[in-house]
């Protein structure tokens, strides 16, 4: 028996019906409104039939079960009311599954996330295939939601409260070991295997049979007994440090958490419910939403019709960025020539690569095959042997024209003529570096963020003679290294640094002007920001940020973003930042993490006599400097869309993503609001706050970015 419906398929195979989640011309299967009658329908004639011993749900896509619920639908829900009756809806039919006479199996491959992953939660057994591919998530506090599928309520039922509350704050992906491991599922087997292990499981389940499942023993203790205060107090204390009350989602996760093993069950969900419902309609969810949108959207800038070969990829410098950059190439299945001064420099990073690979396996994120996979792609070298194989070079050497110059040179006399060269220069503008190429066609640049394992913005500049070819062969090999990209037009600083050097100038202004190093940071952090300027720039080297200061100020000197010199005096003194413990802060205690403020610093700045600035002017000079800038980005046709300027900010430089990016901010602000407080600066602090042009334009038409 194979019948066909809009969105599922099923097949009957030895009493047991398999129900294929398939949705029609789309690459992954969201849950949506149409779906859920549908399932009803069919559960009725399997309920119905005698015949049909249990279900399974199974994908009929390659690599994914359920993606989630359709976001889009959240859109169009626009009162509380509509978003509370489809969320009772979906709620009604997975209440139907978990006590479903008859046992339901969910059986995964690939992504199962959000409300896929609440369906499986509400199925009597979970089988997960151990292929790489294949993970799990509750991202909704991404998108400043809970899971409002029962998620809160079943996941702590499930693996305990300390776990739940892992995986829901953080939104991160459990892979199919950990989530073995956990409880979470119920067997793992190979990705060919799952049809065959969930109908033998199913036969099981139809005669009676129940499966042990074992929470590990503090984890029981902590869902059943008093001790479980002490995890959800835990909980609220870690929430509020590093959110610092601008998000609501978290708070609400742990209270739904508490009621799940407190509350009768129709208490807990009717919490959820109404909590699920509050948070879609935040200022903070819809910026959230709105963001992952915009990275949705920016994979389809990429024209698959103009990549090139990209098969083999050479990378200039074993450092952290290079061997960072060589790490992620290998993981998007690319070979890699890691090259640096000699074999054992080169190695050294290999090394490292190779560490950060097993950290993975020992978390069985990945196997011991997969890592070895992995690692086996990339060849480390001291010399440019291999590289006449090479269709892209990226060159992570240190930030200097004459070096990047004598590079290309080099590189251009050994690699085949279709070979794309790119530069992970932050600051240069890559025309003059394209200006010592026999190639300039082939030249763009590939701006990474460090450390590049992690940081999930890649920012692509082109040139005006950069072809078509060469951006989109960059765009896919950063599609598939894991990069959301965005992609800037040629010109000091592209995009991303342009906006954070007055951002940063501005705090060293603070600090001429008697501000404390400590005070600058908290005000920016408890505004949004992952750190504060000066944690940031004892991070990225106060060497490397005295050198793009250098270049940034002399390019736009006749706006007064010159500033200040301070940085610069820092490293003529021999102050680096954390690469030499030297920088605003001494670092202390494992891995150091304990800091203190440099009191010798305050001898750059006047002084170590500091005055109160209030945390309101210290946000307002540095978030303003920042806003204008990326304004003028696009003024200046540096930005090709105001979304390219909020992910870059967002995933680049930390912007608070719940005020949703420069021109979302704006947005949301008013254009004449914004106008008024930078004229206001302007007035207090001079030319270099001076609006943009385009921002009074907007500000008189009562215009928005984004319509």
């Known amino acids: 028996m194979d019948t066909k419906t809009n969105y599922l398929r099923k097949e009957i195979e030895g009493g047991i019906l398999f129900m294929i989640l398939d949705q029609p011309g789309e690459r992954m299967n969201v849950l949506g409104r149409e779906m859920i009658p549908e399932m009803h329908t069919l559960l009725d004639g399997i309920e119905a039939d005698p015949a049909i011993q249990a279900v399974v749900l199974i994908s009929g896509k390659p690599d994914n079960f359920i993606a989630g619920a359709d976001i889009k639908l959240f859109q169009s829900l626009d009162t509380p009311e509509a978003m509370e009756k489809f969320n009772r809806e979906g709620n009604t039919l997975l209440d139907r599954i978990e006590a479903f006479p008859k046992p339901v199996i969910a059986a995964m491959h690939g992504t199962t996330m959000g409300g896929g992953m609440e369906v499986a939660l509400a199925c009597h057994y979970r089988i997960g295939t151990d292929h790489k591919d294949t993970r799990f998530a509750l991202p909704e506090v991404k998108l400043g939601l809970l899971p409002g599928a029962g998620g809160t309520q079943r996941l702590p039922r499930l693996v305990g409260v300390p776990k739940a509350l892992d995986i829901m704050l953080t939104g991160k992906n459990v892979y199919p070991r950990q989530a073995l491991k956990m409880g979470l599922l119920d067997e793992m087997t190979h990705k060919y295997a799952l049809r065959t292990a969930a109908l033998n499981v199913a036969k099981k389940l139809a005669t009676g049979w129940k499966p042990k499942r074992k929470i590990a023993l503090m984890d029981r203790a902590l869902t059943q007994t008093f001790l479980r205060g002490i995890a959800l107090k835990k909980a609220r204390e870690t929430v509020e440090a590093k959110t610092l009350g601008n998000y609501p989602a978290p708070p609400k996760i742990i209270e739904a958490v508490e009621k799940a093993v407190t509350a009768s069950r129709r208490d807990g969900r009717e919490f959820e ?95 011991p095959f997969e890592r070895d996979r992995t690692s086996s792609l990339i060849h480390p070298t001291g010399d440019y042997r291999g590289f006449e194989k090479a269709d892209l070079v990226i060159e992570a050497v240190f930030e200097d024209l004459d070096i990047k110059h004598k590079v290309l040179a080099e590189v251009e006399a050994v690699v085949p003529d279709h070979c794309i060269f790119a530069s992970n220069t932050s600051s240069l503008p890559i ?128 706006r007064g973003v010159e500033g200040s010199k301070a940085a610069e005096k820092l490293s003529e003194a021999g102050y680096a930042g954390r690469k030499n413990d030297k920088g605003f802060y001494t670092y202390s205690g494992k891995g150091g993490k304990k800091k203190e403020v440099n009191q010798d610093v305050y001898s750059f700045f006047g002084g170590p006599k500091r005055r109160p600035v209030t945390p309101a002017i210290i946000q307002e000079r540095l978030l303003m400097a920042m806003v204008n800038e990326a304004l003028l980005c696009l003024q200046d046709e540096i930005l090709l869309s105001p979304a390219d300027g909020d992910l870059g900010a967002i995933l680049g430089l930390g912007f608070p993503p719940f005020l949703g990016g420069p021109f979302r901010y704006i947005d949301r602000e008013g254009a004449s609001n914004i106008f008024t407080r930078l004229d206001k600066l302007e007035g207090q602090h001079g030319i270099r706050f001076k609006p943009a042009e385009i921002l009074a334009f907007m500000a008189k038409k009562s215009g928005q970015f984004y319509g």
Do not use: C
């Open 273 to 367: 419910t109404r909590a699920f419902t509050s948070l879609v309609f935040t200022p903070q969810s819809r910026a959230l939403v709105n963001l992952f949108f915009a990275m949705t959207d920016s994979k389809k800038r990429l024209d698959k019709s103009l990549i090139g070969k990209a098969g083999t990829i050479g990378v200039l410098g074993a450092g952290l960025m290079g061997s960072g950059i060589a790490d992620v190439s290998a993981g998007g299945g690319y070979r890699v020539l890691l090259k640096d001064r000699d074999l054992e420099s080169a190695a050294k990073g290999y090394a490292g690569i190779w560490q950060e690979l097993d950290k993975k396996r020992g978390k069985r994120i990945i196997s």
């Open 431 to 558: 025309t003059d570096i394209a200006a010592g190429s026999k190639r300039p066609e082939l030249v763009l640049g590939m701006h990474y963020f460090s450390p590049v394992q992690k940081m999930p913005l890649l920012e692509i500049i082109k040139t005006k003679k950069t072809t078509d070819r060469a951006l989109h062969t960059a765009i896919e090999v950063g599609m598939k290294q894991g990069k959301t990209v965005i992609v800037v037009n040629d010109g000091p600083g592209f995009y991303t640094t342009r906006i954070l050097a007055p951002f940063m100038n501005e705090a060293m202004l603070l600090l001429e002007e008697g501000a404390a190093i400590d005070e600058i940071d908290k005000a920016m952090k408890k505004l949004g920001f992952p750190v504060g300027p000066l944690v940031l720039m004892d991070e990225v080297g106060i060497d490397v940020a005295a050198h793009v200061a250098g270049v940034m100020g002399a390019k736009f000197k006749d």
